[in-house]
């Protein structure tokens, strides 16, 4: 809903962390990251002037483009915009000035971290300089408590590098003067468990090891503290040549000698000032040391299996000479306790694996196991590593996987696994790195460190899980029907917890009449069971105790496939507005029926899925089944509707977005949320789109919608293949229903797939088809589409004239239908086209109606395809010089949206463009840069255009062998292609 909040609130800005700006509790939305490192240049220099051209050096410094003053003056006007919302758009701004030949950011009085930092670290080392040490520590804790995590976090620019450095040592350096007085009072053990961290960060820094070394020998840890200078003396001569300094020798000497003597606390040192003040900041930036702590909860009344937790903690625990990851496997049936037991074991070694722990749900004994390609991009995103970047092919997916962990201390918790198969790309290849695994298959086929079988608790630790739910005054009223029931249960933890929650949930009911109704249930099951008898027996009597509407939201959230369900889907199944839906639900949590993983999540033990299913097959009616099913899918296309006009024309009124209203869904507030809400929805939204294709009593045409919206957000990246999949289920399915509407959609996302693969031939057969089933299912817009993706595929088969019949059909249906976008993304590839027939001016007019088009959308991914296609028409004049203006500005929106596939190829043309220009090592950086994309994204053609234009470059540059080598590289890689680039290539290489 829109925001209320006015610019009468007071602003706060941040930058211990991200850099953020707030308007009271609202968050302002800032922008793309260069955005961001202009206001982050003038917020370091907050109330003072910064020019133009210190803006630049700070936030592009070398590698500025021709137009970078535009673009400054672009992103400061947006900043204003955004800061100061009702000034007038003439008005003189009051926060981002004017001055001069620069620009000044009035602070004044608002919330601003740094310097409440330095002021706060200002008292603490007066109260040091006091003698007052305690109140000291207190002040220092408070400073630290404002760091967000990395300082200017993601923020790009020739300066970031060397600001984000220096404020990281300040705060190391604090660290340490607050853990030099903690030393000095005596409180060791803590000083221990923070130290220990920060020397594992920084392991040559000798001050932290000397501090170290002092709070072991003061904790009555000397011969760890020894083992400290052992290995910082071993790394420091391994790393660095040289031995450790004076301070640590001289530490190490006492120490040898027992002349450290656990002393009093004594009077701490005077404060060293910082040696550089807090102020201004100025080369691309590291990427953010992100440590992701995805375990879930551990059991907080974990019972039982201590000597196998004892065995997998000990294998975890890392060791100096492991070669390889230590590996563990739990195996068992369902309900056994795998999953509780392997968590319980990780929380016990995470602090041994600093980098960060995964986790995920194989979900490996259902019919929807995760695929690996998936789980990859998921970890891979843990680490932010961004999907656009991402390697479409399994293998090199995992390779990026095993590279970005190979210097980081990770475990990795890979829960359900179906078999060897689904965790072979899984797993990490660096010693430093730990492997948990649970499956209800022992796995022969792989190597593990330690193997365990898991079985049925012991009657001792089944009996005492068990009282401790109920309680134990009340277990012991009733001992030998506490036994029973441990019994009738199996000894199985699921079981046992169902049961125990049940038992609280009727305080009047004894334990008595708990055995008895186990007793009865098992002896009437039907030979069809979900799991062992006793686990079948668990669920009938805690289903049974359920009222009626916990009942039917228990069977109705099981129908959908995927790993799980967020409230508000859940709600959408069992048709109650979230308010009624969350209690009944949260009940369900309560009663151990369903899993809650994380607030406002749900998610069934596979077993209990399958029970509800069961149920649901037996008592809701099929019509109920699949009603519940479509709200679940009309909330899924409302929400996906409102994100995806959110991404891709905000500045258009929605109606005119959206071909028809959509039913259900929640309410996003702008571009953040969005993104938000298909990041964490997107594997539901996948597993959704299967489901309705391959179920025939579920509507098949709410995919088409859905995959549409969702594409807006997946925007160039990696998951072409997986839509194309999807595509051949829509196929496959309007071949049985008749359906024209979705074979036309299923056709067209097909030959996209080959498009991007440069399956050009298939592309058009499949185009060709969505064309026509277009036309008789009188679909305007999909007909459109199928013509401009034709068009395209033409175009690059060679066929310049067919491909302008086909966009010019394409514009005309569009237009007619009133379809902004797609009219806008057309003149953008008639623009193209018509540059290969000559018609410049033709072509320059049709790129820029397509750019006011998409400016007046507000969509920055269609605005920066336009651009990219004006830099193609002019190099197809040869005017290269020219072209590389609108590329740079494509590709500075690209690097805004973190559009891999558009910055890849803009880099690719630029090469041409800086060799024209006598920028023959600029041509190479770009060439270099736009191939690793192509190799990263799984894009053939992009790679091997690179490669051909880093040959050219190399030449320019003299080293004519290696240019040569790239130009035969490339020249197979085309031709293996059938591109028609690849003639261009053959005939540089015959000139010479």
Partial sequence: MPSTSTSSEPLRFTLLGPVRVWRGDRELTLGPPQRKAVLATLLLRADQVVTASELVDAVWGESAPASVHGVVQTHVSMLRSVLEPERPRRGQASVLRSVGNG???????????????????????????????????????????????????????????????????????????????????????????????????????????????????????????????????????????????????????????????????????????????????????????????????????????????????????????????????????????????????????????????????????????????????????????????????????????????????????????????????????????????????????????????????????????????????????????????????????????????????????????????????????????VGSLEVEATFHLGYGQLDATSARAFRLMSLPEGPGLSLPAAAALVGEPEPSAEPVVERLVDLNMVASPSPDHYAYHDLLRLFARQRAAQTDSKQDRIDAMVRLGDHYLGTAATAGWLIQAPAWPKERFCRRPYAGGVELDDLKSAFAWFEDQQPALLASARQFLTDPDLPSDYVVDLIT????????????????????????????????????????????????????????????????????????????????????????????????AHLEQALAVAHDAGDVVREAYVLGTIGRTQSERGEFELAMAACEKSRELHEQLGNETGLARTLFMMGLVYQRFRRLVESIDPLEESLAVCLGIEQSFGEGHNLVMLSRGYLADGRAEQAAAAASRARELGEAIGDAHMHAMAVAELGKALHALGKHELGDEHLHSAQTLLTELNSPQAAAVSALLNKK
């Fill in 103 to 529: 620009y000044s950011l009035a602070v004044g009085s608002a919330g601003y971290d740094l310097r409440e930092f330095e002021k706060t670290l200002e008292l603490a080392r007066q109260h040091r300089e006091e003698g007052n040490a305690r109140d000291a520590v207190e002040w220092y804790a408070k400073a630290l408590a404002m760091w967000q995590g990395e300082p200017l976090s993601a923020i790009p620019g020739p300066g970031a590098v060397i600001e984000r450095a220096r404020l990281s040592e300040i705060v190391l350096g604090v660290q340490e003067e607050r853990l030099e007085l903690m030393v000095a009072l005596g409180r060791h053990t803590a000083a221990v468990t923070e130290l220990a961290a920060l020397t594992s960060a920084h392991p040559v820094r000798e001050r932290l090891r000397a501090l170290h070394m002092k709070a072991l020998s003061r904790s009555g840890r000397r011969a760890d503290a020894l083992q400290v200078y052992t290995d910082t003396r071993r790394v420091m001569v391994d790393e660095l040549g040289i031995e450790p300094g004076a301070e640590l020798r001289e530490l190490h000497h006492r120490l040898l000698a027992v002349d450290e003597p656990r002393q009093q606390p004594v009077a701490p040192p005077p404060a060293q000032p910082s040696r550089r003040p807090i102020v201004p900041f100025m080369d691309e930036p590291l990427p953010a040391p992100i440590s992701p702590a995805q375990l879930p909860a551990d059991v907080a009344d974990f019972t039982g299996r201590t000597a196998l937790v004892k065995r997998l903690t000990a294998m975890l625990t890392p060791r100096t000479h492991r070669t390889a990851p230590p590996r563990a496997l739990v195996a068992g049936i369902g309900g056994v306790g795998k999953t509780a037991l392997a968590v319980h074991a990780a929380h016990q070694v995470r602090q041994h694996y600093p980098d960060g722990q995964l986790y995920v749900d194989l979900r490996g004994a259902g019919p929807d196991a995760a695929d690996p390609l998936n789980v990859l991009s998921a970890f891979l995103r843990a680490f932010g590593v961004s999907p656009n970047s991402t390697p479409a092919d399994l293998d090199e997916r995992a390779a990026m996987y095993r590279s970005v962990l190979a210097s980081r201390r990770v475990l990795v918790v890979l829960d359900d696994a179906a078999d060897a198969a689904q965790i072979q790309h899984l797993l990490p290849g660096s010693a430093t790195c730990g492997v948990l695994v649970t499956s209800r298959r022992r796995l022969p086929e792989m190597q593990w460190d330690e193997q365990a079988e898991l079985e049925g608790m012991s009657r001792e630790e089944a009996l005492t899980l068990f009282s401790r739910t109920i309680g134990a005054d009340r277990a012991g009223q009733e001992p030998a029907a506490v036994a029973e029931v441990v019994d009738a249960c199996g000894r199985l933890p699921l079981a046992l917890r169902i049961t125990a929650a049940k038992l609280v949930d009727r305080p009047q009911w004894t334990v008595r009449s708990m055995a008895d109704k186990l007793a009865r249930e098992r002896g009437r099951l039907s030979e069809l069971r």
């Fill in 709 to 804: 919206f969702l594409e807006l957000y997946l925007a160039n990246g990696t998951h072409f293949g997986e839509i194309g999949q999807i595509g051949e289920l829509a196929v496959r399915d309007a071949e049985r229903t008749g359906d024209l509407r979705v074979e036309a959609w299923g056709r067209r996302k097909v030959g996209e797939a080959h498009l991007r693969r440069f399956q050009l031939p298939e592309a058009q057969d499949q185009l060709s088809r969505s064309i026509a089933a277009a036309e008789k299912a009188g679909d305007a817009v999909a007909l459109a589409t199928a013509m401009d993706l034709l068009g395209s595929v033409e175009f690059r088969m060679g066929d310049g004239e067919q491909s302008l």
